[in-house]
């Protein structure tokens, strides 16, 4: 925490949480924000920054990153993966528990949080897993876990195939006000799926998993939050049905939120031809239709939020035949910039939208500090330069892992200044 | 020649080829055909050359057909078996490819289980690349035979209409004909238990149909017969092999409705009584054995073109002398 105080003059302040988009200073002290408005003089002793064309902005959240630690360290650690979040704008990112051993305790969250204390980048916050070891058998112990620090609670990497299991997490999880998110997939429809069924996956040869075996999923779960009256969160949606039942459930005042990754919202399964590993991920990379509802969504709401599904892998691991490379890629340090370009630059969203379904919505769905302006509240704070152009270039990475399938891709739009509770993680 | 007519450096299927290009092998291959025929089959066309044939499936006919091709040119050969290990093939293959290369080879023939194999090394060696069927992707020689053997058996393959029958999921043997067959001018449907049809084929530019007789009343010249993978029935995708026969089978009852003869075609190796009857496999419309005599000379071309033979020159080069591959 930093003890000097640090002004933003001249730049445009976008503070989804109160509707503000405005030309103003902002002024951080003491780890919070101390004032928001034009003219604020600076204080003795104050850092003074001219962000003019520049955006000042709630830091950007992140609810879902898998960061290896503990059990695959060579791919991403905390540390590494706290850095690449501040690199990309993220003053909070929550990591899911499929590590190795599987986070699924108090003592293993509580691991997380001081690994997150000392690696001084973007605040990680640990998700807590559903089950013992992520089997689907035995709940975990949610109270414990909340205690220790985690946020929500998550099988993620595997879904929750038992609804027996799904309902009594849903119910257990109301105690402590967490909620339960789902990677929302069935497995028997899905086994041995390697990428979106339909025409693409026909011509390559490769096993399709059909948008079926997410939506059934994410028609259960909403099912389940309705009988229940928990909050089921739905991990990374791809499918256009999918769209469709989550407002429906919204209608109904279903207590659901969901959230949508950049790459569905920019790639359809074209991406795999050429058997690409890059293009490999779970959920699959669906067609252009799925993008478009999946957009549509995230602009009236449906879908609460963007989330990376930061994935790291080595490279050797995508290094292979379609079928053995694992799925996921990395993107913290693009989600961003790719959000930006495809939407934003492309008049599809405008900024403040953007800014909104990456800081203050997720912010609200997992209950955490950060994601707004307001006097008082935590300083976590981002300096975007919209207009700044930059080449992905993954070797330069923050992250261990460079496992990007927009390496290469020109992107407009980047954050400049990163403040973490008043202290500054990121310059560029 | 034109530039199109080349081949390229590898071959690892038939989608992305010109029909320039596959005229160009099947021609190509005609003047191999009589190498086959000969007393003493040999010519030096790629004499010094060395081939890896490297099957990391289990295959006893397009092994050995490869293996005669390329010994009928005289080129020098390795066969290596590697069969699917613990260890990621992914690695492995990576390994493979690269302790290869310092070999100094010339060429690969790859079979894998993997979908793009054959495409993931062709990308990482220098040598030239010849599918011999990944996974459920392409068998480009397959087709090409095929080919070969229609156009033998009809004199022309434009407008022929052509059925492939079975299981179309799980089958290279049916994409690559379905392109090669498009390519050229036939008009191509797919018939099968819909357990079996992949998603969106219909977009292919293919009719489909869910019974074989709907086929033979569309007017079918030819039906190729697709081989029922047994482990098909295991996983559920069919109650069992007899209702498969009695619902889905090629037999003497179902071609009868048919007022011309059908060809009939079969990749081998065949489950009698199952996707097909014997008096079928073993009848006058049959081609099945043509099939694989053709399959012998189409790889010859293939591996001839790739090697930078000159298609004017293929005659000359069986001929006994000098080869025309190295130019």
């Known amino acids: 925490m930093s003890d000097a105080a640090i002004l933003l003059q001249g730049g445009r302040v976008i503070d989804p949480s ?84 599987v986070t699924d305790n108090q003592a293993a969250v509580g691991f997380i949080v001081r690994q997150s204390g000392r690696a001084g980048g973007a605040r990680v916050h640990p998700i807590g897993a559903i089950s013992i070891g992520q089997k689907g058998e035995r709940l975990a112990e949610f109270g414990e876990m909340a205690s220790a620090g985690a946020v929500a609670v998550s099988d993620d990497g595997k879904p929750v195939v038992s609804s027996h299991l799904m309902r009594t997490a849903l119910e257990y999880a109301r105690t402590f006000g967490i909620p339960v998110a789902d990677h929302c997939e069935d497995p028997a429809l899905a086994a041995g799926g390697v990428m979106h069924e339909g025409l693409v996956s026909t011509r390559l040869g490769l096993k399709g998993i059909p948008s079926a075996a997410e939506e059934i999923m994410v028609a259960r779960n909403v099912l389940l939050a309705e009988l229940t009256s928990g909050h089921v969160h739905l991990c990374h949606m791809s499918a256009r049905g999918s769209v469709a039942i989550i407002r429906d459930a919204k209608e109904r005042g279903i207590k659901v939120t969901a959230e949508v990754t950049p790459h569905h919202l920019t790639l359809t399964d074209y991406a795999c031809e050429e058997y690409d590993t890059h293009a490999k991920m779970n959920p699959p990379l669906r067609e252009a239709a799925d993008v478009a509802a999946l957009r549509g969504g995230l602009k009236d709401g449906v879908i609460d939020c963007i989330a990376s599904d930061h994935a790291p892998h080595a490279y050797d691991e995508k290094e292979a035949a379609f079928d053995d490379a694992p799925f996921g890629i990395v993107g913290l340090e ?13 008049g599809v969203f405008t900024l403040p939208d953007l800014i909104k379904r990456m800081s203050t919505a997720p912010a609200r769905v ?60 990121h310059e560029l | 020649m034109s530039a199109s007519s080349t081949l390229g450096k590898d071959l690892t299927g038939l989608e992305h ?122 068998h480009p020689t397959q087709a090409l035979l095929d080919l ?27 994409r690559s004909n379905l392109w090669g067959l498009t390519k050229l001018g036939a008009d191509v449907a797919v018939c099968g238990p819909w357990t079996l049809m992949p998603r969106g084929i219909e977009e292919l530019g293919v009719t489909v149909f869910g019974r074989v007789e709907e086929a033979i ?11 029922l993978q047994l482990e098909r029935m295991e996983k559920g995708f069919i109650p069992s092999l007899r209702e498969y026969y009695r619902v889905f ?22 489950n009698r009584g199952v996707e097909i009857d014997s008096r079928v496999a073993d009848g006058a419309h049959s081609v099945i054995l043509d099939q694989v005599t053709n399959g012998v000379a189409v790889r010859m071309a293939v591996l001839y073109l790739l090697a930078g033979g000159r298609a004017e020159l293929a005659d000359a080069a069986k001929r006994a002398g000098g080869g025309g591959a190295s130019e």
Do not use: Y
């Not at chain 1, 920054?49 to 503990?70: I, Q, Y």
């Not at chain 1, 693009?334 to 492309?346: K, N, P, R």
């Not at chain 1, 994601?371 to 270039?393: E, F, H, R, Y």
């Not at chain 2, 009343?217 to 081989?227: K, Q, S």
């Open chain 1, 334 to 346: 693009t989600a961003f910039a790719v959000a930006h370009t495809e939407l934003v630059s492309a």
């Open chain 1, 18 to 101: 109160r509707d503000l988009d405005e030309a103003a200073d902002v002024l951080i002290q003491d780890g919070k924000i101390a004032a928001v408005g034009r003219g604020v003089s600076a204080p003795p002793g104050a850092t003074v920054r001219n962000v003019t064309g520049k955006v000042v902005a709630p830091g950007l959240v992140d609810l879902h990153v898998h960061l290896r630690e503990p059990g695959n360290e060579d791919e991403e650690t905390v540390a590494s993966g706290a850095r690449a979040a501040a690199a990309g704008g993220f003053t909070a990112i929550c990591a899911m528990p499929n590590t190795d051993p």
């Open chain 2, 148 to 174: 070969l053997t229609i156009r033998d058996k009809h004199g022309k393959i434009e407008g022929l209409k052509v059925c492939l029958v079975g299981d179309v999921l799980h089958s290279r043997v049916a």
């Open chain 2, 249 to 270: 089978g090629v037999t003497p009852e179902r071609l009868e409705r048919s007022p011309k003869p059908i060809t009939i075609m079969h990749p081998g190796p065949m």
């Open chain 2, 17 to 138: 080829m010109t029909p320039e290009q596959i005229r160009l092998i099947l021609d190509t291959a005609e003047p191999f055909k009589e190498v086959s025929e000969r007393p003493i089959k040999k010519v030096p066309a790629l004499r010094g050359k060395t081939i890896v044939n490297l099957f990391f499936e289990a295959s006893t006919r397009t092994r050995i057909s490869f293996e005669f091709a390329e010994k009928r040119l005289s080129a020098d050969t390795v066969n290596v078996a590697a069969t699917g290990s613990s260890v990621s093939k992914g690695e492995t293959l990576v390994d493979t490819a690269k302790n290869l290369e310092a070999m100094r080879i010339d060429m690969v023939v790859i079979r894998h289980g993997s979908s793009g194999a054959a495409e993931f090394l062709g990308k990482r060696i220098a040598s030239n690349v010849i599918n011999a069927g990944d996974g459920k992707h392409e």
């Open chain 2, 217 to 227: 009343e569309w007017g079918a010249d030819v039906l190729n017969v697709l081989r």
């Open chain 1, 366 to 425: 997992f209950h955490l500090p950060g994601g707004t302006l307001a006097p008082n509240a935590v300083a976590d704070v981002v300096v975007l330069d919209p207009s700044a152009k930059w080449t992905v270039d993954p070797g330069a990475f923050h992250s261990k892992s460079h496992n990007s399938p927009f390496a290469g891709r020109a992107l407009t739009g980047r954050a400049i200044l990163t403040i973490v509770a008043g202290a500054i993680v």
